[in-house]
């Protein structure tokens, strides 16, 4: 098998009307899988001081992008989509604990773990999940949130560049809506951030889906010390 099953792919047209609504579904704020009860790390920043208002958010969220999910989670997302196209039941099981390993500090493999496991069992419920009667790979024991997701985006017939900018704003927006619970941050800051970072999403994803396998793993050491803080915060709104 070989590990390096990155999937190019970057053709973004002609993506049918049902693949479209089956990703605005996936990243929706109302799918019921409590990602709103996890901060990524964000609530760390705030009770550390990093991060005080608009402006710090902004810059925070761009670091976070260019050094974290450009390096390691959208790139990820487009091997491990290929692997599902692949029947690549191995490279699935490498990517998903790649990920693992990968996390900084335990709540961040605890959000990981437990987005996934309430993906598919939402999936699950759907009539979703993957058969391996039907030839499809096997989903990993233990599979990240990345991992179920890839295989919703093989499923709708996602091309994978559209897979990889539906996470990215899945992602900014989760962030947005967490600081807007924990810091003096109104709404209409939140799309002035959204308006800034809607470019650099593009950017990144053009970026991750050039990677090699050993340019790959997040450089975030501010995020990793203030996740383990986090770990014994005093008081929390967020499980991570």
């Known amino acids: 098998m070989a590990i390096t099953t990155m999937h190019t792919e970057n053709q973004s047209s002609n993506v049918s009307d049902l693949a479209i609504l089956g990703l605005m579904q996936v990243v929706s704020p109302a799918l019921p899988i409590g990602a709103f009860a996890w901060s990524q790390g964000l609530e760390s920043t705030f009770e550390l001081g990093w991060v005080k208002n608009e402006a710090d958010l902004s810059d925070w969220l761009t670091g976070v992008l260019d050094d974290?999910?450009?390096?390691?989670?959208?790139?990820?997302?487009?091997?491990?989509?290929?692997?599902?196209?692949?029947?690549?039941?191995?490279?699935?099981?490498?990517?998903?604990?790649?990920?693992?390993?990968?996390?900084?500090?335990?709540?961040?493999?605890?959000e990981d773990s437990r987005l996934g496991a309430a993906l598919l069992t939402l999936l699950n419920s759907l009539g979703l999940e993957p058969n391996a009667e039907q030839g499809d790979p096997i989903m990993p024991e233990d599979p990240t949130y990345i991992t179920v997701f890839s295989w919703l985006a093989h499923k709708r017939g996602l091309p994978t560049r559209v897979t990889l900018l539906g996470f990215g704003w899945a992602w900014l927006e989760n962030q947005l809506a967490a600081a807007c619970k924990a810091l003096p941050l109104g709404q209409t800051a939140a799309q002035r951030i959204i308006e800034q970072l809607r470019p650099n999403l593009v950017v990144a994803v053009d970026k991750a889906l050039d990677l090699s396998d050993d340019e790959l793993g997040p450089i975030l050491p501010g995020l990793a010390?203030?996740?383990?803080?986090?770990?014994?915060?005093?008081s929390r709104l967020f499980r991570s």
């Open 68 to 110: 974290g999910l450009t390096l390691c989670e959208l790139p990820l997302l487009s091997r491990l989509q290929a692997c599902w196209k692949n029947g690549d039941s191995e490279g699935l099981e490498y990517w998903n604990e790649w990920l693992y390993a990968n996390r900084e500090s335990a709540e961040l493999n605890e």
């Open 225 to 234: 010390l203030g996740s383990a803080q986090h770990e014994t915060q005093y």
